[in-house]
């Protein structure tokens, strides 16, 4: 039974992880943000036969102790801590770079020290920016194009560093575009139905062509389980994709389509990023996943979003839909 430690447990992907780690009959140490209403994110809302087997560690990624003390006998660290919100980073970078760059070097650093077997640090499909081709595999090109992959692309080149210059076994996994249940409401998916939900006969969305590649989240956390289970993967940036892509605004009128048929979209200039950020088209290439492990997608788009509205309807609640969550 391999001891494992997931920063960033109290999220939306992480608390999935640690989720479907326990039933898989992991020991997981969940490294949560510490704040003083003793609040665990989203691991409050799982089962207790689930919590009971979970050793939850608060602390904060940039402190480089807290780190060490969490990571101290661990197997393998699963890395999701992060800032991800793009609209933020804009006018936010410093906080990008304390949390992204420098909370990874610390997991980094605090990994060699104890000699943990396995490092994955989690990347995104940001780092690659608007496809030059499609679809895009681990040898395309990077390209900043907000302050959030740049500090992501940053992360990914010191996890590459420690690999080579200390032989640290790590694996970047990089994630396409993830949806599901107890997302933030500041990606597009959550943004649309919790709309929708909330009876608004006009939703407000950004730019409606780019076009996303997205992954079930038990899709993307049984990426990160088949990744960890190869010994294959060391040393190894890996995307999680489907290799299939749709624009937004098609997704809209899907998700329209099933919620509220009246409803009509609407731009609203809020929510345009700036023309040379707005990455314009994400569709990943899933090969090299498939050739070092087991993993393949088991979820369409349409059975994906079927359990996703299901639960924002039974959790609308939660979210705060009169409002452009950043």
């Given at each position: 039974?391999n001891?494992?430690?997931v ?21 997981v ?6 704040n ?18 979970v ?9 480089p ?13 699963f ?5 991800i ?5 804009y ?41 030059q ?5 681990e040898?395309?090109?990077?390209q900043?194009?907000?302050?959030y ?11 590459e ?12 996994v ?36 780019p076009?996303?590649?997205?992954n ?7 990426g ?12 190894e ?9 749709i ?12 919620i ?10 809020e ?40 639960f ?7 979210y ?7």
């Open positions: 039974m001891k494992v430690l920063t960033g447990a109290d999220g939306f992907i992480g608390s999935h992880l640690v989720e479907e780690l326990i039933k898989k009959g992991y020991e140490r969940a490294f949560t943000y510490y003083s209403f003793n609040n665990w994110g989203w691991l409050d809302t799982l089962p207790g036969d689930i919590m009971r087997d050793e939850v560690f608060q602390g904060d990624v940039r402190d102790n807290g780190v060490e003390e969490a990571i101290r006998g661990m197997q393998a660290v890395h999701l801590a992060a800032l919100a793009i609209p933020f980073s006018h936010s970078p410093d906080t990008y770079v304390d949390t992204n760059i420098k909370g990874t070097l610390n997991v980094l650093q605090a990994a060699r020290k104890s000699e943990t077997e396995r490092v994955l640090i989690t990347s995104t499909s940001e780092v690659y920016g608007t496809a081709y499609v679809p895009i595999d040898k395309h090109p990077f900043g194009q907000s302050p992959s740049a500090t992501k692309i940053g992360a990914d080149r010191l996890a560093s420690f690999y080579r210059s200390f032989q640290l076994p790590v694996t970047i990089r994630p396409f575009n993830t949806y599901g249940p107890r997302q933030s409401a500041r990606a597009v998916i959550p943004t649309i139905i919790t709309q929708l939900l909330a009876g608004k006969t006009e939703i407000k969305l950004g730019s409606l062509t076009t996303r590649d997205f079930y989240v038990k899709d993307t956390v049984q990160f389980i088949s990744i960890y289970e190869s010994e294959k993967t060391v040393g940036e890996i995307n999680i994709a489907t290799q299939k892509e624009a937004i605004g098609q997704l809209a009128e899907e998700l329209i389509r099933q509220n048929p009246a409803t009509r979209i609407i731009c609203d200039k929510r345009l990023r700036p023309e040379k950020s707005e990455v314009n088209r994400l569709l990943g290439c899933n090969e090299k996943i498939m050739r070092l492990t087991d993993w393949k997608p088991q979820y369409s788009l349409e059975e994906g979003l079927k359990e996703t509205i299901a924002f309807r039974d959790n609308l609640y939660k705060k839909v009169d409002i452009y969550n950043l």
